[in-house]
């Protein structure tokens, strides 16, 4: 594993990080429930909501999506940084949103929300009870099974391909309109052919509040938060990889070159069909 930009993390931060990782392997698979691994209580706003507000959310607490709730609390839909970028011009959150929400049910068997949450290659159910939500599951949420399970799979067996990218030279509008008609949250900045960034939809949100030109290129704002993986890492691995360092996606490498890109949705989808053994 290699990565340009991991950070020194403190001894601390890693400790904290092994109890958690090791907290996640308390239950089985076969007796988690969506319960055990969801985060909560869930971030909500109303229907009514402003978008500046809710990118403001998003940006404060490192988050890519937020349920929705109508004046009496039940759950309405889903606001994402994906609606936001497909509607530049609207401003209510209910003109936006994705509706109804995908949910799921506390007391419901863990691999059967991550069968559902994989199926519709969403990267997160809202919990609910009755119809008021109580939290959210995630893709990251469920990594902690996949680590559990030791799936010896290789994770180029697994991984998204091809690669979509985008040219540092690239306008930012370019990048953000590939984003959104390839159908996924970033891209791999290339320099030639080497990979070199990200520009994911959290950058093409940023670059939309910038007094800058729009023919403002693609390295003045990509990301430079990427870490690489061999293609012949183990599923599990990854899986804890992914766990301790809080990231949302891999690239994938073979022989130095860029091969595909991994995801948590793609690791949960493992646990959610079965990986040979």
């Known amino acids: 594993m290699s990565g340009n930009s991991c950070g020194a993390a403190t001894l601390a931060r890693r400790l904290l990080q092994r109890d958690a990782m090791m907290k996640a392997t308390e239950c089985t698979v076969a007796n988690a429930t ?22 403001r959310l998003l940006e404060t607490r490192r988050i890519s999506a937020v349920a929705v709730v109508d004046e009496d ?7 994402s940084t994906t609606d936001l970028l497909r509607a530049p011009e ?3 959150v ?15 068997r863990l691999d059967e929300a991550a ?10 159910l809202v919990v609910v009870d009755g119809d008021r939500p109580i939290g959210v599951l995630s893709a990251r949420d469920i ?30 509008d370019e990048a953000a309109l590939r984003l959104t008609s390839a159908n996924v949250h970033g891209l791999v900045v290339v320099d030639g052919t080497a990979p070199v960034g990200v520009f994911t939809q959290a950058e093409a949100l940023a670059a939309r509040k910038l007094t800058v030109p729009r023919s403002v290129v693609v390295e003045e ?13 183990s599923v599990h691995r990854a899986a804890a990889y992914a766990m301790a360092m809080n990231v949302r996606r891999f690239l994938v490498c073979e022989d130095k070159h860029l091969v595909g890109v991994l995801s948590c949705v793609d690791l949960v989808g493992v646990l959610a069909r079965g990986a040979p053994q």
């Open 34 to 55: 969506v319960r055990d691994r969801m985060t909560s209580p869930a971030i909500t706003v109303r229907r009514d909501a402003r978008r500046e507000d809710v990118e």
């Open 73 to 79: 609390g039940r759950v309405a839909g889903v606001v």
């Open 90 to 92: 609207v401003d209510r």
């Open 94 to 108: 209910e003109a936006m949103m994705a509706a109804p929400a995908l949910i799921a049910r506390p007391d419901e």
């Open 115 to 124: 069968w559902r949450l994989v199926a519709a290659r969403v990267h997160r």
């Open 143 to 172: 990594l902690g099974e996949v680590m559990y399970r030791r799936i010896p799979t290789p994770i180029r067996a697994i991984m998204s391909t091809p690669v979509q990218t985008v040219a540092i030279g690239d306008s930012v």
């Open 221 to 233: 704002v990509m990301s430079y938060e990427t870490i690489c993986l061999d293609a012949a890492t």
